[in-house]
């Protein structure tokens, strides 16, 4: 069974960073796609970012230059580096991964940034 | 960017009736070299991750039940419930990944009539 789950999740300030963490088991994130979604609140999905089986990564232009994503193959892990966060930042971010772009299968529940001072 | 505009926003449907949902794309989301659209549905429910129905524009997920169909090609597409389930309330999204960024559809909400 296939298991992701995001961690990292936090409340903080405007113009602050934070790194978010997703650990996956029972798939091998090195060789296939993975994205982030955010879903504020009340609000529907927006996409983030997705790092390709080949680690290339392309980002929406609302993060680029801001976001990094990133994968450990050692940890089967995935990141997501956020910087100079903004109050509109403020939602729950899902990792998700699969076997190429169209089958992005595995989701995690979800952690929760919240930008506020 | 590719805009992907659903409609309903919502709908209500009795159950065992059909529920149908569009999604239209601002430019075709269809690859010629492999004829796929590159086009998903997800399915949403309250307090949870989206989950895929769809991918291709018309292949079922592994798991899904056959009352779900997804159609179209270009820049129009369906999806179908072919008879609405009480487990199937919930928030309907499409997807495109045929070009940078990816877009989501706003959303369609079924709830029971």
């Known amino acids: 069974e296939v298991q992701v789950v995001e961690t990292g999740g936090a409340l903080i300030q405007p113009g602050g960073s934070l790194t978010l963490s997703c650990a996956v088991s029972g798939f091998t994130v090195n060789d296939n796609h993975a994205t982030w979604v955010r879903q504020a609140p009340g609000k529907g999905l927006e996409w983030l970012s997705v790092?390709?089986?080949?680690?290339?990564?392309e980002y929406a232009d609302s993060v680029k230059g801001r976001f990094t994503m990133s994968r450990d193959t050692s940890k089967n892990t995935l990141y997501l580096q956020m910087h100079s966060l903004r109050v509109d930042d403020t939602a729950v971010y899902y990792c998700?991964?699969?076997?190429?772009?169209?089958?992005?299968?595995?989701w995690g529940q979800g952690t929760l940034v919240t930008v506020s001072s | 960017d590719v805009v992907m505009t659903q409609s309903p926003d919502s709908l209500a449907v009795s159950l065992g009736e059909r529920a149908t949902i569009s999604c239209k794309s601002s430019q075709s989301v269809l690859y010629s070299p492999n004829n796929e659209n590159y086009l998903g549905w997800y399915q949403q429910k309250p307090g949870q991750p989206p989950r895929l129905l769809i991918y291709w524009a018309s292949n079922r997920e592994s798991g899904v039940p056959d009352r779900f169909t997804g159609s179209g090609s270009g820049t129009d597409f369906t999806l179908t419930i072919s008879s609405l389930q009480a487990e199937d309330v919930a928030v309907y999204y499409c997807l495109q990944y045929s070009a940078i960024p990816w877009t989501f559809g706003q959303g369609t909400k079924v709830e029971i009539k």
């Open positions: 790092i390709c089986a080949g680690g290339v990564t």
């Open positions: 998700a991964t699969g076997w190429d772009r169209a089958k992005i299968a595995y």
